[in-house]
């Protein structure tokens, strides 16, 4: 089945650490996408792609890294200059800039 | 840039009931008006959509409305079921490709 898996589901980092949470999708979308959730907010736009080597800062990208080496992958590093990091985190891929699938999301926690 | 607001952010309804999602949206060039569902612990998942050249959409239950003039769109939930709790958000899209913008989710409770 194709679909967007996300790894690992809950994450702990403590403060002053990086972590990576990892995306992969086999659906052969060319866009990826990471967006973070936080209670009673919507779901706001960290970084996207377009292409593969080619990424965006989206709305919130100040204290986050991306990389997109292969299509199926685009990683998301939470670094330690994020100084609110904790978050559900959600990654999602589309093959039309519309419709988006969303991956189950990653719980991030910052001890 | 743009900006969505949805209300109500929590709602309770009867099984069997109606219920209603308000979205505005406030830039005119938007086109695209997703609905997403969200289960606990999980990611959304689309629900239904329209586009600007469309004012009401329908898909069994579920159907979505568009006022391009007043730049508010709706979701209708008929004859609601346990199944519909979750939280539902809706998106609009105007400008850059695939940058959807998301209101802030709506609660919605079915009480049997």
């Known amino acids: 089945d194709g679909g967007i898996t996300q790894s690992p589901k809950y994450l702990f980092r403590k403060e002053g650490q990086n972590v990576t949470l990892s995306c992969e999708q086999n659906l052969n979308h060319d866009a990826m996408y990471w967006y973070r959730q936080d209670p009673g907010q919507g779901l706001r736009l960290i970084y996207y792609?377009?292409?593969?080597?080619?990424?965006q800062k989206g709305d919130i990208a100040e204290g986050y890294s991306v990389s997109r080496e292969k299509k199926e992958s685009f990683p998301l590093t939470v670094t330690s200059a994020q100084k609110n990091p904790t978050a559900f985190y959600l990654c999602a891929s589309s093959d039309s800039g519309t419709f988006l699938y969303f991956g189950p999301g990653t719980r991030l926690t910052v001890l | 840039g743009e900006n969505v607001e949805q209300h109500p952010s929590t709602l309770s309804v009867q099984e069997g009931d109606s219920a209603v999602i308000k979205c505005t949206y406030s830039?005119?060039?938007?086109?695209?008006f997703p609905w997403y569902k969200q289960e606990l612990g999980k990611g959304p998942q689309l629900i239904i959509d329209i586009r600007s050249n469309v004012g009401e959409k329908k898909d069994q239950r579920i159907a979505v409305t568009l006022n391009k003039t007043a730049k508010h769109f709706s979701l209708h939930i008929t004859e609601t079921q346990p199944e519909d709790s979750a939280v539902y958000f809706c998106a609009s899209l105007a400008g850059s490709w695939g940058k959807l913008q998301f209101g802030a989710g709506t609660q919605v409770v079915v009480t049997p």
């Open positions: 830039d005119s060039a938007s086109n695209y």
């Open positions: 792609s377009q292409i593969v080597n080619d990424f």
